[in-house]
């Protein structure tokens, strides 16, 4: 991590620190496509099959539609409104079951805001108007989308977190039969673009991007891809989460602060998950965790991950098979320890980013 102080040199502390900026990057390839892949997010090949179970719109302000659109079996749906669909791999198919259902209960996607176009100036909404296509509709998800969500969910949402912007948007049999409404929501892509079942409301979720202690983030030409079981191929694994409101309570903490914290807790947690002090070492591993920005912070998210992985020389990350906390290959071979330093021996001066090397360690 760029900027961060080393933690003193004791015998608890033997680990290299994998540079913040590097494990973003390496996500950041993830996020990319992500994004590309939530474009087109939820298109029907004939519209919503069962529209009885989805509630039409009550009388509200803004360009909103006020009641039945025109294809009615696009249905219509207020702000607040959680959809829960069963993906299948035949687009035919593929999410006809889309139904209302409680926002406690698992669901993909969270209403903020139906907007009818066809109440849009010019001639791209009017009636015989081409069918937009998928790119496009990103365009217009980035234009309408963000500001409806911004709304619905207010300063609360996190640019960064764990849920993105999504639209529905007709298939183009229902934009032939005149339906020209975008939906608007939220949902949580994976790594990859894949919509993940959401359980509660995102108004009263902490909008962190955090998995849970213990899993594995699975690994696509070195690059992070979504969770797998830890016996299969991963770049890298959640050792713990931890909350900084609870030693930063005020307002947002420099990314130095940060860094100069989590570099000894995220020691201590992942010596502690891992089962014995010298394990990083003994396999190999690198140690790395994320900040959280101004904007995050301002949002209420509070919590990141310390997790372990390996970074490769020339950029991403190694294959991992097993867990952690067991035995692991690393691109198929086991770990072999290095050597550890003679008592009294003079020790190599830290690469920028790592922790000092100890004596006995």
Sequence with gaps: MSGYEPAPPTSERTRRTLSANTARRGLAMVAVGAVLAAGATVVFSDGFSTPEKIVTHSAAAGPVTDGPVTASSFGAADPGVCLQWTPTDDPE???????EVPCADPHRFE?????????????????????????RFGELRDEHCMAAVDD????????SGRFGVGLMFP??????????????????????GALLEVTGSILDQDQSKVWPTGTCIGINQNVPADPVDCSAPHAYEVASVINL??????DNPSEGDQDKYLEGTCT?????????DTALR???????WDTIDVSSWLAGSRRVTCSVGKELESGGFATIVGTAKGDILINGTAPVPPPAAPDGRALPTPLPGAAPITAGG
């Design 171 to 192: 298939s183009q049999a229902g934009w032939a039969k005149g339906e020209r409404t975008l939906r608007c929501g939220v949902q949580m892509p994976s790594n990859t």
């Design 93 to 99: 198919t593929d999410r006809q079951d889309l139904a």
């Design 245 to 250: 409101t609870q030693q930063f309570p005020g």
């Design 152 to 159: 619905y969910v207010g300063a609360k949402f996190d640019p």
């Design 282 to 288: 003994d396999k190999t591993l690198t140690l790395f």
């Design 111 to 135: 209403v903020a805001r139906d907007i009818d176009m066809s109440v849009y100036p010019g001639v791209e909404f009017g009636p015989g108007s081409p069918y937009p296509g998928s790119i």
């Design 268 to 276: 201590d947690a992942v010596n502690s998950y891992l089962g014995y």
